[in-house]
């Protein structure tokens, strides 16, 4: 069974920014494209970012692209999501996941596991 533990969030000022990993265990790591996506109160889940296994690819969100970064280290099992001038909307708890497929298959919500997710709160 694969384990996912999302870690990083926090509280920022608008403005500010935030790195969150995601180090997975019970797969080969290697082997899978990953993603993030997140999902605050009252709003529909929405894809962040996905990347290849070989970090060669990646795709992103409208209303993130630009501001984040996804990249791997596929040596210690761990995704990373880079965020920048971050936003009150983008306030949400962040979940990285394995896409079933490749990393275009994040962008339609196709994972196979996926973790609790960090929360991120953008304050002043």
């Known amino acids: 069974q694969a384990q996912l533990v999302e870690s990083g969030g926090g509280l920022v000022q608008p403005g500010g920014s935030l790195r969150l990993s995601c180090t997975v265990s019970?797969?080969?790591?290697?082997?899978?494209?990953m993603g993030w996506f997140r999902q605050s109160p009252g709003k529909e889940r929405e894809f962040v970012a996905a990347?290849?296994?070989?970090?060669?690819?990646?795709y992103y969100g409208e209303s993130v692209k630009g501001r984040f970064t996804i990249s791997r280290d596929n040596t210690k099992n761990t995704v990373f999501l880079d965020t920048s001038s971050l936003k009150p909307e983008d306030t949400a708890v962040y979940h990285c996941?394995?896409?079933?497929?490749?990393?275009?298959?994040?962008?339609?919500?196709?994972?196979?596991?996926w973790g609790q997710g960090t929360q991120v709160t953008v304050s002043s």
């Open positions: 990347i290849s296994w070989s970090g060669r690819f990646t």
């Open positions: 019970g797969r080969t790591f290697s082997s899978d494209a």
């Open positions: 996941a394995v896409c079933s497929g490749g990393a275009n298959s994040c962008q339609r919500y196709d994972y196979v596991y």
